[in-house]
């Protein structure tokens, strides 16, 4: 079983999305990071491969090393360090995940992100790569003011949904050049549940009600299987995506249910051929 | 500091005989390698269009084996497409440019190209093979898009007058239109709407001259005779900008060693691009005021719409009434009927190192100075916007003095003009109700004669015994003569910071302040540059002139401060500093007279819809649903996806980011010329 260092963390990740399948993008992007350990899951209608490793850097991103006491009885210092060409560097973790067309990567910290994720896409210059990203307007729309939205399963026997649980909107009053009022942030389990949830997104749902240009520019989201939670992520309006992946990786194990049933809502996923973690401004600030 | 900007230049050896370099050393070290070779050199600065964050300037190929030329119209997008498709090692060797031949690949061999074709099989290309440096010249291909378009676009019927006087005006009119018809085709497409319109006017002004020369022919007037004067110089006027147009905006076209660029800087592949940008930027937010006309709403509505402006300048205090509303309610513009503008007049855009930064009748100019430096405030296309707001208010005072351009009457203020302004002071009552064109006229009045009292001061005994006469019309005429820039200044700096700053206080006064350090006005009047600004920062505040003026000094210090602590300095601040402190009361006496325009300005020229135009926060990739300059996308390392940006919003998002010493690179040359690759897109 992969077990990450930085399991308390949320971790930021980006996702890759290929024509055909994206397997030779996952085997490049592992290779690239230190002590790669790949590991296959399968059920009847996808197999995902799970990459862990390391990236290396001289830079801490941490803000207090960790001592974690290991099954021998050694102990372990998180980040754990290494000596490479005479310089002690600190080893974070990596994590791909490949099923079908989709490469997830992901890291725990932003920062480290934004090294990480540029070196993975000079790497990967010439081989058509682009990011998926979400029109999250289009999504709050179509979860409208109920923030719910029942989806199809791919194995039939569930009932899916998508519920709203972090929504972060920007209000610009063009009309009156005001700036009493520029943000609002909502997190919850269900904001779809709440009166303040359809409330402030009313002038999205119908911008005629309003004199306020309301944009949502992060939107956090869980994916219910028979209501039960099974992955969730945040994400903003570039393809920066928040995930938490839990112990053993469920978490992202499922997070490509939550991509498949995201793609099957119409217009709401496009493509980007910019690295967006160049562009990840509120969705940092919402982490912070 | 790292430098980006890269020079290629060819260097001419013969006849067809081209020696080809790129350099990143000083242009002026390749003219002087010129004049001893001998040797006719063109050339142009060419950027590397994908930096790495973090990493310096990608080294120059050590041999040219090949250059490519991609006449994309929106380079921005084409870059979009083609970075998923480039190696490493080829992103290195991708360029932009600010001429037509706006990106540029370094060896990149035709097969290579021709793989590339969904993202630039759609623009014109030329590739130049190269050996040991020279251009093989008869092998060199020339490609351009066959015509997808099948619909009929009806040509244009150029002007034409057989008056001795204005024939070479119109021939000359007629040969730019022909050459921009030819090359918009190619090049810039939308704009063949603009010279349909610049049609339209010059055939108008010819006819308007034509029937003044019968009425000439029966021994009419000097008005008449000052009438045709004006047509004359606006037929000028349009001729000129057009064969500017021509000379900046075509040359640089496909094949690219056969029209030399005017800009001897930019000499191989001219500024096309940038020419475009600037057409782009004036574009854009003439689309947006179009929408709905100041002087359509001045001459249909206000003039009967009866409402007062405050007479009592002394007495004005400003209120609840005049703060921007915060409700659902419409300003006043924008209530009524539509009132689209009805014959548009496209400002016809082009590069001037004479004129700088210049808006008249027909034509607006950006600085040439802009093409190295527009990421500098001096320079910065912000300015632009403020010309292009001096048309804005141009229209509104013919509107409200009713007189057009070409008008030439006798006196500067009519009779009925000078009779409803003494009518409206003699009322007896506050608030004589009259009409609210009327009252508006009135109040600029008002304001030139205070600002005449505040700049000659009279003995109090004089001033009583002047209270009890009439102002005759010509002491008023005067006034207004003297003070109406002041007042038109004040207008625009309320257009520009309502409509092009989003009414934010600090980017505005750290922007006007970090460029008008520059020049040298402030420095000859720094009293009334501090007022001007200090009073538009305060308008639709709502507050007491005492509050609005304090208010407005804290904003003032606070961006002093900010652009001191960014590293823009100059003993000009000092000097303000020193006014605010020992000339406190002057200073609000004149603020006094400036609020009382700018606000009411203020209550009766805001616009919600024209200001949600010129935002495009809804369509603009680069937004974030925020008109503010620190929440804008702006980024060297994103490249464009479909939508086109906000120019207003774009340029002055960069330049909050020179304010703030925020770019993330420290070339001047390469930001300029990447702000005017994206907005050319």
């Known amino acids: 079983m992969l077990n990450p260092d930085f399991l308390d963390r949320t971790y930021t990740a980006e996702v890759i999305k290929t024509k055909l399948d994206a397997y030779d993008i996952f085997k490049t992007i592992s290779e690239l990071i230190l002590d790669s350990k790949t590991e296959r899951y399968s059920d009847e209608f996808s197999a995902i491969s799970l990459c862990h490793g390391f990236a290396t850097s001289p830079r801490s991103f941490h803000r207090f090393p960790r001592i974690v006491r290991l099954p021998n009885g050694t102990e372990l210092s998180i980040p754990r360090q290494k000596l490479i060409r005479g310089k002690s560097v600190y080893l974070y973790d990596v994590i791909v995940g490949h099923c079908k067309h989709h490469v997830v990567i992901a890291v725990p910290f932003h920062d480290l992100a934004e090294e990480v994720f540029q070196k993975i896409d000079q790497s990967l210059a010439g081989k058509g790569t682009r990011y998926e990203k979400l029109d999250i307007t289009a999504l709050v729309i179509k979860l409208g003011s109920s923030g719910e939205a029942s989806l199809e399963s791919a194995k039939g026997d569930n009932m899916l949904s998508l519920a709203v649980t972090r929504c972060h909107l920007a209000y610009a009053d063009q009309q009156n050049k005001t700036s009493h009022l520029q943000q609002i942030r909502m997190n919850g389990s269900n904001l779809g549940l709440t009166e303040e949830y359809k409330l402030l997104i009313r002038s999205v749902l119908d911008n005629s009600q309003s004199h306020w240009t309301v944009t949502p520019i992060v939107l956090g989201f869980a994916l219910l299987a028979n209501g039960v939670r099974k992955s969730s992520a945040i994400t903003d309006l570039h393809g920066n995506f928040k995930l938490w992946i839990a112990p053993g990786l469920r978490r992202l194990l499922r997070s490509f249910s939550l991509l498949a049933a995201l793609e099957s809502i119409e217009k709401v996923t496009s493509t980007t051929s910019n690295l967006p973690i160049l562009r990840a401004r509120s969705i940092r600030e919402a982490e912070e | ?171 000359q009119i007629a040969a730019s239109l022909q050459a921009l018809w030819a090359s918009y085709e190619t090049y810039f497409k939308e704009e063949r709407n603009t010279l349909r319109q610049i049609v339209a006017q010059a055939n108008s002004l010819i006819e308007h001259h034509t029937e003044l020369q019968q009425t000439l022919a029966n021994n009419a007037g000097i008005l008449e005779q000052k009438k045709a004067n004006a047509i004359r110089a606006g037929l000028v006027e349009i001729s000129a900008a057009l064969s500017y147009a021509v000379t900046q905006g075509t040359s640089g076209s496909l094949p690219v060693l056969s029209s030399r660029s005017p800009f001897p800087h930019h000499s191989l592949l001219g500024i096309g691009g940038a020419v475009r940008a600037i057409t782009k ?108 707001m001096h048309s804005r208010v141009r229209s509104i005072f013919h509107a409200l003095f009713g007189k057009t351009w070409d008008d030439a009457a006798h006196s500067v203020l009519s009779e009925n003009e000078y009779d409803e302004f003494k009518s409206w002071i003699a009322a007896v009552e506050p608030e004589q109700r009259m009409n609210l064109r009327s009252s508006l006229r ?240």
């Open chain 2, 442 to 681: 009135n109040m600029v009045l008002v304001f030139c004669d205070a600002v005449e009292l505040l700049s000659n001061p009279v003995d109090r005994a004089d001033a009583e015994e002047a209270e009890d006469e009439d102002l005759p019309v010509a002491k008023l005429s005067e006034r207004y003569s003297r003070h109406k820039y002041m007042a038109i200044e004040l207008m625009v700096h309320f257009h520009d910071y309502y409509f092009i700053y989003a009414r934010q206080p600090l980017p505005y006064l750290m922007s006007i302040w970090a460029s008008w350090i520059k020049v040298a006005p402030p420095y000859a009047r720094p009293l009334e540059y501090l007022t001007r600004s200090l009073a538009t920062v305060a308008s639709g505040t709502g507050l007491d002139k005492k509050a609005a003026f304090d208010q407005a000094k804290e904003y003032f210090l606070e961006a002093v401060d900010a652009l001191k602590a960014a590293g823009t300095t100059s003993p000009l601040y000092e000097e303000l500093q020193k006014l605010l402190l020992e000339r406190e009361n002057e200073l609000r006496a004149y603020f006094e007279a400036c609020y009382y325009l700018i606000d009411n300005v203020r209550l009766f020229f805001a616009s919600g819809t024209i200001s949600e135009r010129v935002d495009a926060l809804r369509f603009d990739p680069l937004a974030e649903g925020s008109t503010s300059p620190e929440d804008y996308g702006y980024s060297i390392y994103v490249y464009g996806e479909g939508k086109p940006v906000s120019p207003v919003r774009f340029a002055l998002a960069s330049l909050f980011k020179t304010l703030k010493r925020n770019h993330e690179i420290d070339d001047t040359q390469w930001l300029s010329a990447w702000n005017l690759m994206v907005i050319s897109s």
């Open chain 2, 1 to 171: 500091m790292s430098q980006f900007t890269r020079y290629l230049a060819a260097f001419a050896d013969g006849l067809d005989q081209y020696r080809i370099q790129v350099s990143e050393s000083s242009p002026v070290e390749l003219a002087q390698r010129a004049i001893q070779a001998s040797s006719e050199m063109r050339y142009s600065p060419i950027m590397p269009a994908f930096l790495s964050r973090g990493a310096g300037p990608p080294e120059i190929p050590s041999e040219v084996k090949s250059v490519t030329f991609v006449f994309s119209t929106a380079p921005y997008q084409t870059l979009g497409s083609l970075k998923p498709l480039l190696a490493s090692d080829e992103l290195r060797l991708i360029h932009f440019t600010l001429g037509l031949a706006s990106l540029v690949f370094l060896n990149f061999n035709m097969e290579r190209i021709e793989d590339l074709c969904d993202s630039i099989s759609m623009f014109p290309l030329e590739h130049w093979p190269v050996n040991q440096g020279m251009v093989r010249v008869h092998e060199i291909v020339k490609k351009i898009p066959e015509k997808t378009c099948c619909t009929h676009e009806p040509v244009i019927q150029l002007p034409a007058s057989f008056h001795p006087e204005l024939r070479v005006y119109a021939e």
């Open chain 2, 281 to 388: 930027y004036t574009r854009s937010l003439e689309r947006a005021f179009a929408s709905r006309s100041a002087y359509e709403v001045i001459t249909q509505r206000y003039s009967k719409l009866q409402l007062s402006v405050p007479k009592m300048l002394s007495a004005y205090n400003s209120g609840p009434e005049y703060k921007f509303p915060t409700s659902t309610q419409q300003e006043h513009f924008d209530l009524g009927p539509d009132c689209p503008e009805q014959d548009p007049i496209p400002l016809i855009a082009h590069f001037s190192l004479r004129h700088g930064f210049m808006e008249s009748k027909f034509s607006v100019t950006a600085a040439s100075e802009a093409l190295t430096a527009e990421s500098m405030p001096p320079w910065t296309l912000m300015t632009l916007s403020h010309e292009i």
